[in-house]
Every structure is written in structure tokens, then in C-alpha cells.
């Protein structure tokens, strides 16, 4: 079975940090630009940054440059989000997708279950 597993969110206080993790499983992130999205309640899902294949260029939504950074380790099939100087508006749930349009479009039919973020102020 094809999916990505989104792991390490939690209930941080504000100006916390968290790293989420997004795993393959059956799929191969090396060969894919992937991106993390993410939905608050009440809203549409939203993109938050993404990652080249190589890990070498990226790509950030205003609202978290200087304070999110991207990385992957292809190595161990794995991206991760390191989220700095959180706020309680990056309270969200967080998903990871393989992007086919670069930097924000993703690729249908790989969303998984996301990693809840909850940010208190």
C-alpha cells in the first residue's frame, strides 16, 4: 500500500518548536519535489512550504519564512518540517504530498493522515 505517514505534532506553547516527519511507505520520496500543507478547522488546506528532489532549492509561503525550514533524507525516505517561533495560528493539521507542480501544486490521491499541530497562546 501506497502512503505517507505524517508524524511529531503536539500541543506546543507559543515561541515553541516542533519537527514533524513524513515517511514512505510503498513510495519513494527521492524522486519527487514534496511539499507540506496544512488545514486549520474551518479552513481549506493551505501550502506551507516545499522541498526540491535533491533537498537543495525550497520554497516557503510568506506567513513562515525565517521561522519553518524544510529538509529531507532521502536516504531514509523521510522529509521533515522543523517549525520555530511557533504562533497559535500555525495551529493546523499538518499533510505532506509529492509536488508535480513546483512550488505549491500537489499530486492527488497521496494525502495521508496528517499530524495535528496545536499551538496555545
Known amino acids: 500500500q501506497v502512503q505517507l505517514v505524517e508524524s511529531g505534532g503536539g500541543l506546543v506553547q507559543a515561541g515553541g518548536s516542533l519537527r514533524l516527519s513524513c515517511a514512505g511507505s510503498?513510495?519513494?520520496?527521492?524522486?519527487?519535489?514534496m511539499g507540506w500543507f496544512r488545514q486549520a478547522p474551518g479552513k481549506e488546506r493551505e501550502f506551507v512550504g516545499a522541498?526540491?528532489?535533491?533537498?537543495?532549492?525550497?520554497f516557503y509561503t510568506d506567513s513562515v519564512k525565517g521561522r519553518f525550514a524544510i529538509s529531507r533524507d532521502n536516504a531514509k525516505n523521510t522529509m521533515y518540517l522543523q517549525m520555530n517561533s511557533l504562533k497559535p495560528e500555525d495551529t493546523a493539521v499538518y499533510y505532506c504530498?509529492?509536488?508535480?507542480?513546483?512550488?505549491?501544486?500537489?499530486?492527488?490521491?497521496?494525502w495521508g493522515q496528517g499530524t495535528q499541530v496545536t499551538v496555545s497562546s
Open positions: 522541498i526540491g528532489w535533491s533537498g537543495v532549492r525550497t
Open positions: 504530498a509529492p509536488i508535480n507542480k513546483w512550488p505549491s501544486g500537489p499530486v492527488d490521491g497521496y
Open positions: 510503498g513510495f519513494t520520496l527521492s524522486s519527487w519535489d
